[in-house]
Nanobody, 134 residues
């Protein structure tokens, strides 16, 4: 079965850290852009960090820049999102997505959702809840 499998969410106090994982199952992430998105109750889905799995090019939304780090492990076919100095406003369901680069002009375009609707992205994970208590 071809899918993205997320893990690592949970409850953490403000100022704490979590690491999310997004593993490709049944397919290789080679040749894909991988993005982390989040959606809080009553808010639109937000692209927060995206990565080119082949060359490691990254993009971060202003809301997480300097606190979150996206990395990849090619051998494990996995992308990680290290989240430090978490704030209550980071509380959301976090999703990872994978799409081929060809519809986009840059990895940033995948995150800012300026060139292709997210419902057309090739693969989505099931989502993982992150709750930050203040």
């Amino acid at each position: 079965q071809v899918r993205l499998v997320e893990s690592g969410g949970g409850l953490v106090q403000a100022g704490g850290s979590l690491r999310l994982s997004c593993a490709g199952s049944g397919f290789s992430l080679d040749g894909y852009f991988i993005g982390w998105f989040r959606q809080a109750p009553g808010k639109e889905r937000e692209g927060i960090s995206c990565l080119n799995f082949d060359d490691g090019t990254t993009y971060y939304a202003r809301s997480v820049r300097g606190r979150f780090t996206i990395t990849r492990d090619n051998a494990k076919n996995t992308v990680y999102l290290q989240m430090n100095n978490l704030k209550s406003e980071d509380t959301a369901v976090y999703y990872c997505a994978a799409d081929r680069p060809s519809p986009f002009t840059s990895v940033q375009a995948m995150c800012v959702v300026s060139e292709r609707p997210t419902n057309e992205y090739d693969h989505w994970g099931q989502g993982t809840q992150v709750t930050v208590s203040s």
